[in-house]
């Protein structure tokens, strides 16, 4: 087992298969140089994973990788930008090769895929975590940002909402699942959930503003109610769940929905679009082949209003929280 | 005390006193939005500090954070880009404001110093540790990198070498040491060093390689042996070294000159100077207030071999390696 960290380094995350024009130099200096197009913003998110609180020890290193690069391009995907490089900390209990290995196999799978080039980073020794810092490009004045919803636009969502949780429950055993097939589905929707990026692209000039669905649709849409200063309302009814995630729930749809306007991790933008521009939507998500739900719209005031048949519920719900007890 | 994630950064991170007109977006949104300057390469470097590993779990949370910004920028440094924005991970065990204070005061008064605007990052639970991936710019062409030293050049260091180990030593009461005063000046060398990010940037177009010391001068120099494909020669007597760290040997020139061949974390620039750009390199580092030390030449070869009076050395040395048993 090499037991040298430059050693390390150099034989598994030098050999990747990514090799862009914009990257003059990557991995090997005190920096990496890289080249910004004319014209387009630099975008630049960073997402930790630390184990034990986003992941388990057990789990299987491609899938983590996949997982974090997912987590991170989908923050990309929810500014409307193309991912371009991606820095990796990555803090490991010991040099384990075979876990390198592995966690280097998913990483490129899915850097190779978004054509996203490794330029660096960090490897030191101590608890499991990895921190990955990505970056991208969106052309000066078309970026999708949290502050542009007004009154009167309709609010969508991508996909299906709920499936990370009821995976997540799967995983953890709280719930019992007899089904095979059906918990192999979503432990699959919650290990290995799909970066928009594609879509969020497509909606460049077309939304108002968008975000990706980290901590649960409720907590995230309220980000961009604050940041816009406006209220919404969310007809529950137009939530669009799975049918796996129904038979999960035991054919309880209420249930369901529950899970779906609070389930964390779905990596899915919710994002609005004036009314002028939803004939153009539907034609730019076309191309994609990512389908979009319209759940509500955004109206005056401060928060979101779940309704039912034009009835406003009064459900308790709330949204994930790394620090609350 | 705050237990909402949001709030807490929020509150300690948005209030950051630098902000620069290249930063479109910066915290709050899924991703900042930045600009960079147009016929510039984006210089990127990451580097985690993990609590028990590269630092004890009492540290003052200020000098940690400084420390941590400190060793970034010394990579941009040793690379001669200009320093502009941070991203930063922080992965805490509970939300202690009184830390979160203490460590946003030290981590914002460099930040402002150097004038380098957070743009983002994360904020996790779990055991302590932070990562950070600072950006900056060099103009095209005139980046320091590892790969161009050639035979005949000439080989420096800024500053001087071994203070930090020594200082490293008093912390881990590995030395007795009944000088306050010495104690103190060699803590205060490991636990705030200087980048040099102003004689970084005065080498462009002088220096033909560069890096930073982060693992020993001895480890690091063989950096650019490897990517420059040459050897070198080091008098051993030529290395600069400071009264206190021969005072902290007892007077053992040998014993401090070991120390400053193997020191980690000095953050000082070794680099390589041809022949006829030594005039030009007093001149463009006496702009900097920062002294450089000539300790040796670029030599055909591999290794680098020391040497005293032109006497080869047969010395047992090795640089630091977080994963060496």
């Known amino acids: 087992m090499a037991s040298n960290e430059f050693d390390l380094i150099a034989r598994y995350f030098a050999r990747q298969p990514v090799q862009r024009r914009d990257v003059t130099l990557a991995i090997g200096d005190d920096c990496a140089l890289l080249e910004v197009p004319a014209g387009s913003h630099l975008a630049v998110s960073t997402d930790s994973l630390v184990c034990g609180n986003h992941f388990l020890?057990?789990?299987?290193?491609?899938?983590?990788?996949?997982?974090?690069?997912?987590?991170?391009?989908?923050?990309?995907?929810?500014?409307?930008?193309?991912?371009?490089?991606?820095?990796?900390?990555?803090?490991?209990?010991?040099?384990?090769?075979?876990?390198?290995?592995?966690?280097?196999?998913?990483?490129?799978?899915?850097?190779?895929?978004?054509?996203?080039?490794?330029?660096?980073?960090?490897t030191t020794k101590g608890p499991l975590s990895l921190t990955l810092t990505v970056q991208g490009f969106v052309p000066h004045g078309q970026a999708l940002t949290r502050h542009g919803a007004s009154s009167g636009d309709w609010i969508y969502v991508t996909g299906c909402l709920g499936d990370s949780a009821a995976g997540l429950s799967v995983l953890l055993d709280q719930a019992e699942q007899n089904d095979p097939v059906l918990a192999e589905y979503l432990l699959n929707r919650h290990y290995q959930p799909q970066p928009r990026v594609l879509a969020g692209q497509a909606l460049r000039?077309?939304?108002?503003?968008?975000?990706?669905?980290?901590?649960?649709?409720?907590?995230?849409?309220?980000?961009?109610?604050?940041?816009?200063?406006?209220?919404?309302?969310?007809?529950?009814?137009?939530?669009?769940?799975?049918?796996?995630?129904?038979?999960?729930?035991g054919g309880d749809r209420e249930a369901a929905i529950r899970m779906a306007l609070t389930s964390g991790e779905e990596y899915e933008l919710c994002f609005t679009v004036p009314a002028h521009n939803r004939g153009t939507l539907d034609v730019a998500l076309s191309h994609t082949g990512v389908k979009a739900t319209c759940i509500g719209q955004i109206r005056p005031g401060s928060s979101a209003v779940l309704e039912r048949n034009g009835q406003q519920l009064?459900?308790?719900?709330?949204?994930?929280?790394?620090?609350?007890?």
Chains 1, 2 share one sequence.
Not at 63 to 71: G, V
């Open 57 to 122: 020890p057990e789990m299987d290193p491609a899938l983590l990788a996949k997982k974090a690069l997912a987590a991170n391009l989908s923050d990309l995907a929810a500014m409307g930008a193309t991912p371009a490089w991606v820095s990796l900390a990555l803090t490991l209990p010991e040099a384990d090769e075979a876990w390198l290995a592995r966690f280097c196999e998913g990483f490129f799978e899915m850097a190779d895929y978004y054509q996203v080039q490794l330029i660096g980073g960090d």
């Open 205 to 249: 000039g077309i939304a108002s503003s968008a975000l990706d669905i980290s901590d649960g649709l409720i907590a995230d849409l309220g980000h961009i109610l604050t940041r816009s200063q406006v209220g919404a309302v969310i007809d529950v009814d137009n939530l669009p769940l799975s049918p796996e995630l129904v038979a999960f729930c």
């Open 314 to 325: 009064d459900w308790q719900l709330r949204g994930y929280d790394h620090f609350s007890g």
